[in-house]
């Protein structure tokens, strides 16, 4: 059955190569699309669920709220005390609590040094929560030691080669304290696909000393640096353990300002361990999540794709029914009944979709180490790792099989034999009407994917190239040491002797950053000291910030040297803080009393209102003060000339190499900060344009199949016109008018559902760009001359034929 299957469709080849040529085309490069996308949906769905436990496993995160019950921080880390205390005090429901702080520490083995930011200090049964597989080595005994440290297989390899790492020493340095540890254990690969890619581990011990002793320690609820998970008892509702958090707040952490319970300032939340990747995208995360909606976006990109090339299939197949006619009908004639009939339609259906499974498969492993590299992600198409693949390639060609040829195959098998042998058959005004819809739905989805493709590169340019209220080009940011901070004013002092440098400030965070940073205050208002009901974010700096970044004053004053009290007293705000603290102007807030973290002083300026963040995020209230901790200072920019840029870079470089020894030099730029905000974008932008660009492809070759067939159908109509004195422009009009009219059609559907869906995507954004009528008109544009060029090429040749042997041939 299957042979006479194969034998039909290769005969159907040789007589229409171009008909079979599109659909098999059409059908691989949308099988090859969808396969790419779907490992790519498939790894993002599978984070964290590799973990024996993660259907158990949550994660604490905390939040804050302004006196007017609105969020206004969400992190992802919380303070030290509380994985122990929801342990303890909800012991029948938490099996296991565990917090891991990380940090980038420059790790020290012989002579090799290396800057690693997969540094985690943890609590002994981190093991027993994560399903991560020690190689060498127990880890409950080697984090209890005051200087275990356990390492993955890569940095094993990565120091020690090919020897046994167990027993060997590395040294770590961070914020200018020397840790010694010893390698107690080697544990496998964390793979791919988890929200944490820890490489060391290392005991708590040195953390827990940082911070004052154990005492200290379990009683800071102000240093939110800790990711905490907790394992919950089989059987136990996180949401039920949730509500209870509240009183645990209250118990430990008492009364806010004016007797108001702490749980309604602060709040802890349970994240699921398999949500955390795609769901949370909180203001702190171990690393940049990734998104559902954009999940979402792709698989309907894929299932766009393939759409069109199963429409390609449907349309072409009835449009050429008259061919196959008297084939049908002598079938039945012979005895054939009609299931007999769909299931030969439908065979050559599936042996032309298995066909263009085998050539998406190639195109796959062509072009999947590409998509990898794009998507950041190490996809496979492993057959022998993952047989469940091959079932699912399989299932994908059954499905796309019977959604392309079940019409086809319905439609031919009702072919009447009497009427097909009179020469009388017409195929039904519904069946084209059928095909005209298919035809609208290929163009309203490639109007839509344009549509994507224009505001997703305009959003990009907007966000790029907005004004962000300072001088953010030419601006390098460099790690500082405690050598550095103690000796600043030196090295300062010798920077500025260079003349490719023009300002040099020290920061706790610079713009490009997260504002994850503040404290309580009061403020003089209205004659009266009040206490402020919003959240401040704080930035410690050097007298110069502003300067250096030309951030504009409006009000007062920026930090003066001269000015002995501006270390200690002096306080610059936003326009933002003077609106949300209450006070009418920027000039009313100057001279007024300020108290804030602890420091008492006066408002001596106010700076106008810059992005310091993404586009992402609000512009929100901020308060600049000059640093005095060591530990609050631990970046410097530097402005640069620009003229100079790459012989100052290299200065940079020998400098710090005598600065900071043993640290690699890694400059970052604050312009570049800015654009890595919106590498998900730039994916966006790149996956539409490209997916968009083979949706236009495969649809246009369907367009001109349809044309082709058309043509051929019309060819003694065309040679009549021609002889009785239609111009080519007629025949141009009378062949493209039809198809024109289908496109023009989509385009108008497509309008509305693009709108809905690009609006919904702006909403992602505090600042954005509004779609106007233009983005619709060159979507219009685009599709239009694309499908006009189509029908006019094929109809041209029409038209110029010699009609006389148009009318002879026919």
Known sequence: MFKNYFKIVFRNAKKNPLYVFINILGLSIGMAVSILIFLFVQHELSYDTYHANSDRIYRVSRNWYNLDGEVSLHLGHVAPPFGPLIKSDFGDQVEEAVRLFNTDLLIKSGEDSFMEDGFFFSDPEIFQVFSWNMIEGNP???????????????????????????????????????????????????????HMHPDFIATMNPVIQFFGG??????????????????????????????????????????????????????????????????????SEIEANGNIDYVYIYFAVALFILLIACINFMNLSTARSSLRSMEVGLRKVMG??????????????????????????????????????????????????????????????????????????????????????????????????????????????????????????????????????????????????????????????RLLNNPGINGVSISSRVPSGRLLDSQGGSAEVNGEMSQLDVRIADIHVGHEFVKTYGIPIVAGRDFDYQMASDSSEAFILNEAAIRDIGWSSPEEAIGKKFNYGGRNGFVTGVMKDFHFESLHQPIVPIVF?????????????????????????????????????????????????????????????????????????????????????????????????????????????????????????????????????????????????????????????????IAAGTVMFQSLKAALANPVKSIKNE
């Open 140 to 194: 409950i005994s080697a984090l209890n030691e005051s200087d275990g440290v356990l390492i993955s297989e890569n940095m094993a390899q990565k120091y020690f080669g090919n020897s046994s790492a167990i027993g060997k020493e590395l040294i770590g340095e961070v914020q200018g304290l020397t840790l010694t540890f010893q390698v107690r254990g080697v544990f496998e690969n964390v793979p791919d696909n988890t």
């Open 214 to 283: 154990l005492e200290a320690f379990m009683q800071n609820f102000g240093s939110n640096s800790f990711s905490t998970y907790v394992l919950l008892k089989n059987g136990y509702d996180y949401k039920a353990l949730e509500a209870q958090l509240p009183g645990l707040i209250d118990r430990n952490m008492g009364e806010a300002q004016a007797g108001i319970p702490m749980s309604k300032v602060t709040e802890l939340h349970l994240w699921p361990l398999e949500d955390i990747h795609l769901y949370s995208n909180l203001d």
């Open 625 to 785: 003060m000059i640093t005095r901790e060591r530990e609050r200072a631990n970046q410097v920019s530097l402005k640069i000339d620009a003229s100079r840029k790459d012989e100052t870079i290299q200065f940079l470089r020998t400098e710090w190499a005598s600065l900071n020894p043993g640290f690699p030099f890694e400059p970052i730029f604050v312009d570049e900060g800015f654009n890595r905000l919106y590498e998900s974008e730039q994916r966006v932008k790149t996956i539409f344009t490209f997916f968009s660009a083979l949706a236009i492809i495969i649809s246009v070759l369907g367009l001109l199949g349809l044309v082709t067939f058309a043509t051929e159908q019309r060819t003694r109509e065309i040679g009549i016109r021609k002889v009785m004195g239609a111009e080519t422009s007629n025949i141009l009009v009378l062949l493209g008018k039809d198809f024109m009219k289908l496109v023009l059609i989509g385009f108008l559907i497509a309008v509305p559902v693009s709108w809905f869906g690009m609006d919904s995507w702006l909403e992602d954004f505090a600042y954005k760009i509004g779609i106007s009528w233009t983005v619709f008109l060159w979507a219009g544009l685009i599709a239009g001359i």
């Open 336 to 493: 054939a009944d009609r299931s007999r009939l769909v299931n030969q339609f439908m065979g050559e259906s599936f042996v032309m979709t298995f066909i263009s499974l085998v050539i998406a498969v190639v195109l796959v492993y062509t072009f999947l180490p590409t998509f990898s590299d794009f998507t950041q992600k190490q996809l496979s198409l492993n057959f022998l790792q993952n047989p469940e693949y091959l079932l699912g390639l399989i299932g994908l060609a059954i499905g796309v099989g019977l959604l392309a040829g079940s019409y086809p195959a319905l439609f031919l098998s009702g072919f009447s034999p009497s009427k097909v042998l009179k020469g009388t058959f017409k195929a039904g005004k519904g069946h084209e009407n059928f095909r005209s819809v298919l035809v609208i739905g290929q163009f309203a989805i490639s109007v839509i994917l344009i549509v994507a493709v224009i505001v997703v590169v305009r959003q990009l340019d907007f966000m790029q190239s907005k004004d962000l209220g300072f001088e953010k080009e030419d601006i390098v940011v460099l790690p500082v040491s405690t050598a550095i901070i103690e000796n600043y004013q030196i090295i300062k002092d």
